[in-house]
């Protein structure tokens, strides 16, 4: 993997090419490189790094051609390199960019190796190019090569293919990995991400499992894992090219941070009626299937698997539903056991997590009859996978490393405790209180945002720091855990996260005076527990910095004390997530690093 943006027009593709290229950084990288047919010849340029420096050997010596493929690499076979970035060619005939992983690449390459066939580069994907180069010898043209070569290929893939044979086609393929049909004036494109085709068009086709496509400038025809011609509607989208732009902002991260009440207010609007949740927000059949369940089992990853470890307690504490939370890729990996009428709930930003697809695929051939997503992408692979859906409506999120994405999924997870708890135990009066605290949240985390000023300067307590721990209690465990992955991803600050209550149960071991320990103190129940912990460590000399309730009296010692704007009741999960957020962006900063594309991270994982 990583990005995907390939063309077939009247016009020089080479300068949309690149524009997408940029648009695709996001996703996270380490080579960038495209290919054009131009006069019976396939011309590539491929560098190591940034796009910039694939812009500059094109500025250097041009080249331009009417279709072309390009590709931003995140390495899965083989050491970054100009070698093993893509596009890759054969024979000077065909040209394949490539996401996913080839699973039985291997054995294909040994048998290629038997023909004659050179290998240069480490990569699964070029046994793919060999593979159709093969095909074509004996196939009428490229489409039916591409038919051929597809049928033995294991694993996951979304590619984008063009050959000096067929100069007019291109051809895209799509299993495990989305891929997106951008559809122009006499001109089309196809991507990983609809974002980098939203300067030249607005109307998308999205390929569904197993589909190839043949392109022409004038023409489209789709193939269904069939191999039935069939017809995929187009969908209008309401982005534009501007809204992936910064702004007035240094970093997308930054922005996104200060987008969160706005993107709060859009996840509640609509869903509400004379301030009740409507049920059908969910879907057409959401009630039947709430009505019938037993239990929930949430599967998601990293970030998004923290906001099921949220919801737990949420589901648990006010509707009595039993919840068990997973890391997807442990899930599908286990033999679990399900209740029967379990909710299966996925949560991901993108609705490509490899992980989560597949582990929604294990819980359903375990035979769970009910599933939901949550989900920032309309038409990803996992909403169309699921039996209900709730979009989180968080707008399209740059960063690798996610901000709104998780409070909103987290106002959506609260929402479906509502719908949920409604069945159970959760009273009427609990459900005005808490649709009511949702709706006040938006200026609650305008309140924090005002902090930041103050968080930049703390950031400056981390400049040489190479470790810190995290700390919470309750529904701030798994906040606390969020504020640890923020702070590793982008900084590459060792950071670990532990409920405060397990101190004694070895972590003490590793305070002393070096050690930041982070604590999210908000004022409720467990407040006087939480102050026995940070008393733990200042005992032994632990340099403690506190997020703490400004209702808050302390009259210890030592502490770095940030005031937080009171927020009592469960709000104040989603609440603390914001100051954590801020500090880890400004500590990045402050070191130096890549804050919206941190090293040897991708914003969407479509591979194991």
């Known amino acids: ?56 050997l094109l500025d250097a010596d041009p080249i331009a051609g009417n279709i072309g493929i390009a590709h931003t690499r995140w390495a899965t076979h083989g050491i970054p390199s100009t070698a093993n970035a893509h596009p890759h060619i054969c024979g000077n005939k065909v040209a394949v960019v490539h996401n996913g992983i080839i699973e039985n690449h291997e054995l294909l390459k040994t048998e290629q190796l038997k023909y004659g066939h050179d290998f240069t580069s480490q990569t699964d994907t070029e046994v793919i190019v060999h593979e159709i180069f093969d095909a074509m010898k004996a196939a009428d043209g490229l489409v039916a090569a591409v038919k051929q070569t597809v049928k033995k290929l294991e694993g996951a893939y979304a590619l984008g293919i063009m050959s000096v044979d067929n100069p007019d086609v291109l051809v895209a393929c799509r299993k495990g ?67 992936v732009e910064k702004g007035e902002y240094r970093h997308y991260m930054l922005k996104e941070i200060y987008e969160q009440p706005f993107a709060i207010s859009e996840t509640l609007e609509g869903r509400f009626i004379n301030n009740r949740l409507q049920e ?3 879907g057409h059949n959401a009630s039947h299937v709430f009505d019938n369940i037993k239990a929930i089992q949430i599967i998601a990853c990293g970030t998004s698997y923290h906001a099921g470890l949220v919801a737990r307690y949420w589901f648990e504490e006010l509707a009595c539903v039993p919840c068990n939370v997973e890391v997807a890729s442990e899930f599908r990996y286990r033999n679990p056991v399900l209740i029967a009428d379990t909710l299966i709930i996925t949560i991901s930003q993108s609705g490509e997590t490899a992980d989560t697809l597949a582990a929604l695929q294990e819980a359903k051939r375990l035979g769970a009859k009910y599933s939901l997503a949550i989900c920032n992408v309309p038409e990803s692979s996992l909403v169309r996978a699921s039996d209900l859906v709730l979009m989180t409506r968080a707008g399209p999120e740059i960063g690798v490393a996610s901000t709104k994405a998780f409070t909103t999924q987290l106002v959506v997870l609260m929402m479906l405790v509502i719908a949920i708890g409604r069945r159970f135990q959760l009273t009427d009066q609990a459900e005005q209180k808490i649709t009511a605290d949702l709706f006040s949240l938006p200026r609650k985390i305008e309140k924090i945002l005002l902090l930041n000023d103050e968080i930049k300067v703390l950031a400056e307590l981390f400049s040489e720091k190479h470790h810190a721990l995290f700390l919470g209690r309750g529904t701030h465990y798994p906040i606390a855990m969020e504020g640890a992955l923020k ?41 006087e527990k939480l102050k026995s912990n940070m008393q733990e460590v200042s005992a032994r000399g632990g340099q403690l910095i506190v997020f703490m309730d400004e209702t808050i009296v302390s009259t210890s010692d030592g502490l770095y004390i940030i005031k937080v704007p009171q927020i009592e009741n469960e709000m104040s999960a989603i609440a603390y997530t914001i100051p954590l957020q801020l500090l880890a962006y400004h500590v990045a900063v402050l070191k130096g690093t890549d804050v919206d594309q941190p090293r040897n991270l991708a914003k969407s994982v479509t591979v194991e």
């Open 1 to 56: 993997m990583c990005g995907i943006i390939c063309g077939i027009a009247q016009r020089n593709i080479v300068p949309i090419l690149l524009e997408g290229l940029k648009r695709l950084e996001y996703r996270g990288y380490d080579s960038a490189g495209l290919a054009v047919i131009n006069h019976q010849e396939i011309q590539r340029k491929r560098e190591v790094g940034k796009v910039i420096g694939l812009e500059k």
């Open 280 to 282: 059908n927000s969910f």
């Open 487 to 527: 702070l590793k991803e982008i900084s590459y600050i060792h950071a670990e996260a532990y409920p405060a209550g397990e101190l004694k149960h070895g972590p003490l071991a590793l305070i002393d005076a070096d050690m930041p320990v982070i604590i999210v103190a908000p004022n409720n129940s467990l407040l």
């Open 177 to 243: 990995s989305p891929l997106v049909i951008g559809v122009g004036i006499g001109e089309y494109f196809i991507a990983s991400d609809v974002a980098a085709m939203l300067p030249v068009t607005q109307r998308f086709i999205f390929l569904e499992e197993g589909d190839i496509a043949a392109i022409s400038c004038n023409k489209l025809i789709i193939y269904d894992a069939g191999d039935r011609i069939v017809s995929r509607p187009i969908k209008e989208s309401t982005l534009t090219a501007d809204a």
